[in-house]
Nanobody
Framework: QVQLVESGGGSVQTGGSLRLSCVVS????????MRWYRQAPEKQREFVAL???????NYADSVKGRFTISRDNAKMTMYLQMTSLKPEDTAVYYC?????????WGQGTQVTVSS
């Protein structure tokens, strides 16, 4: 089993910044890709960013150039640095880990961006 716990959400104004963290515990051996997703009210959950075990990254077009995903394997933590935040970034953000073709999810952290 893998447990994921997000933190760092909050309320900011347009143009502000936040850094989300996702602490990983449990059977962390062989965790490969890790991702951030988000879900806005009355919308489907959508992909935000991915970081592979080799450190390569990929981003949704909507956040490219504003968000940065990273991971600290020693601290077993994944991060999402969010800058130039917009009201449309308002959502619950979830971290996701893939281990042996099984996905694990955190409980989510709320990000609210006001105009």
């Amino acid at each position: 089993q893998v447990q994921l716990v997000e933190s760092g959400g909050g309320s900011v104004q347009t143009g502000g910044s936040l850094r989300l963290s996702c602490v990983v515990s449990g059977s962390i051996f062989s965790i490969s890709n890790m991702r951030w997703y988000r879900q806005a009210p009355e919308k489907q959950r959508e992909f935000v960013a991915l970081i592979a075990s080799d450190g390569s990254t990929n981003y949704a077009d909507s956040v490219k150039g504003r968000f940065t995903i990273s991971r600290d394997n020693a601290k077993m933590t994944m991060y999402l640095q969010m800058t130039s935040l917009k009201p449309e970034d308002t959502a619950v953000y979830y971290c996701n880990a893939l281990r042996f073709s099984r996905e694990y999810w955190g409980q989510g952290t709320q990000v609210t961006v006001s105009s």
